[in-house]
């Protein structure tokens, strides 16, 4: 059975002392409850440390928002997947279109990126989506499947079964404006069957697929109950524990 999981993508927004205040918070929201997902937060690479030893990694997981494309040396100013796990954390984001579009990374580094974090025992929640234009256009399905192939098509059945995948339509997010749920439930059956296609219906199955894209307490009830949305990826509202409770709390 695939999990549900909602996880916070934090950008980069926080000081240590806030990024600490935050998560504690929503440790002590979360006391006492059983939500029906798997709780994630995004945190900057300068907090992981810190909020790993400072919160119960098992009630909420934590993940980077990215890593190297190498494993190790001179490359100044860069996280390894290595170092990243060793922090605590368990999951990373990548292929977020925020660092697709401002750092340039293209389908090739994200393979790179996807195969060291594995190999290092992380997670990846890798995000893929089309710009409004290709939507706009109908290219849509075809652009996730080029990005779902193009960056993970070569891991074997076995590695890709490690994996959450995160269908954020890079116009709905931070715009406020979201896919609707019937919108979000074609495009997510469609990445399913494509992946069926390569690792056959049982994996498919299995993989976690998140919507991201402005979700919020008031949209998140629609979406999560649609048969092949697995839950969320947040931004803006996974910054406040007001805010992003009542959309753990949606399944
Ligand atoms: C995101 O950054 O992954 C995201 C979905 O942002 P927001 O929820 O703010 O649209």
């Not at 059945?157 to 269908?167: P, R």
Request: contains cysteine; proline residues 3%.
């Amino acid at each position: 059975m695939r999990k549900n999981i909602i996880a916070g993508n934090w950008k980069m927004n926080t000081t240590l002392p806030e990024g600490l205040a935050l998560a504690k918070g929503l440790e002590e929201a979360l006391k006492g409850k059983t939500p029906k997902c798997d709780v994630i937060i995004g945190v900057p690479a300068t907090h992981l440390a810190s909020i790993a030893t400072a919160i119960d990694s098992s009630r909420i997981g934590i993940a980077a928002q990215n890593c190297a494309d190498k494993e190790k040396g001179a490359f100044t100013g860069e996280t390894s997947a290595a170092m990243i796990a060793s922090t605590g954390a368990k999951y990373v984001i990548l292929g977020h279109s925020e660092r697709r579009q401002y750092y340039h990374e293209t389908a090739q580094t994200l393979k790179t990126k996807v195969n060291l974090a594995i190999s290092n025992g992380l997670t990846p929640i890798f995000c893929i989506g089309e710009v409004l234009e290709e939507r706009e256009s109908g290219r849509h399905f075809a652009v996730v499947d080029e990005q779902v192939k193009e960056s993970l098509f070569e891991l074997s059945a076995e590695d890709f079964s490690k994996l959450v995948i995160a269908y954020e339509p890079v116009w709905a997010i931070g715009t406020g404006k979201t896919a609707t749920a019937d919108e979000a439930q074609e495009i997510h059956a469609h990445i399913r069957k494509t992946i069926a296609g390569k690792y056959g219906q049982e994996i498919a199955e299995n993989c976690t697929i998140l919507y991201g894209g402005s979700m919020n307490a008031e949209n998140a009830k629609s979406l999560v109950a649609k048969p092949d949305v697995d839950g969320g990826l947040i931004g803006g509202a996974s910054l406040s524990v007001e805010k992003f409770l009542p959309i753990i709390e949606s399944f």
